[in-house]
């Protein structure tokens, strides 16, 4: 596909259980951010990919989240014990590198019951 | 502390009027600023960022360090310039986004 590709769309589920979410990202694109967007409000920063680079996960608001990519390819968010605070628009894009414009895409909208 | 404010959540202007989206940032460094459009049903995209010091779709956006500001004009807005607007700061090397958040411009016929 031409764009970044999110899957799934929409995820509904129980409180405390586990999620992936993924991304795959615009083929050549090195770097690769995860966002979230709460309803309402801006995106926040999540974590970001650079190639073989330490990931920078400052934006990671706790130790239930975590993030994994696999060299410049598809990347898995992985949110455990899941909060109804964590429902949200979780966005992922990527880009050329460090720097250059970002490309995103349409996001999983995460619903915890 | 790094932050973006869109101090308007939502901005309605008729066809035809003048329209600016404000956007203010705090950050000590040199910032690079950018604006990004979210039509309905479609995804974030970027719409113009200050270096490039372009006009996109008739939008223009100057940098004012000394008022800390990015605001988004453009002189005669159209109908299809309906939609949320994003003010983002990358503060860093690594190109993470801080972003505001958003104003709904709604431009009525």
């Known amino acids: 596909g031409a764009g970044v590709s999110q899957s799934p769309s929409n995820k509904v589920t129980e409180k405390g259980k586990d999620v992936e979410l993924r991304c795959d990202p615009i083929?050549?694109?090195?770097?690769l951010y995860w966002y979230r967007q709460r309803l309402g409000q801006g995106l926040e920063f999540l974590i970001y990919?650079?190639?073989?680079?330490?990931?920078?996960k400052s934006g990671l608001p706790s130790d239930r989240f975590s993030a994994e990519r696999t060299g410049e390819s598809v990347s898995t968010l992985t949110i455990q014990r899941t909060q109804q605070e964590d429902s949200a628009v979780y966005l992922c894009?990527?880009?050329?590198?460090?720097?250059?414009?970002?490309?995103f895409g349409d996001g999983t909208r995460l619903s915890i019951l | 502390a790094q932050r973006v404010t869109q101090p308007e959540k939502l901005l309605s202007v008729f066809k035809g009027a003048p329209v600016e989206l404000k956007c203010n940032y705090s950050?000590?460094?040199?910032?690079?600023l950018f604006w990004y459009v979210q039509y309905s049903r479609q995804r974030l995209q970027l719409l113009l960022r200050?270096?490039s010091r372009e006009s996109i779709k008739g939008f223009t956006a100057d940098l004012n360090k000394g008022e800390t500001s990015f605001h988004l004009k453009k002189p005669f807005a159209q109908e299809e310039d309906s939609a949320m607007y994003y003010c983002?700061?990358?503060?860093?090397?690594?190109?993470?986004?801080?972003f505001g958040q958003g104003t709904t411009l709604q431009v009525k016929p």
């Open positions: 894009a990527s880009s050329l590198g460090a720097g250059t414009p970002q490309h």
């Open positions: 083929s050549g694109h090195t770097a």
């Open positions: 990919f650079q190639g073989n680079s330490a990931p920078d």
């Open positions: 950050y000590s460094g040199s910032p690079e």
């Open positions: 200050h270096i």
């Open positions: 983002a700061l990358k503060t860093s090397n690594t190109g993470k986004l801080i």
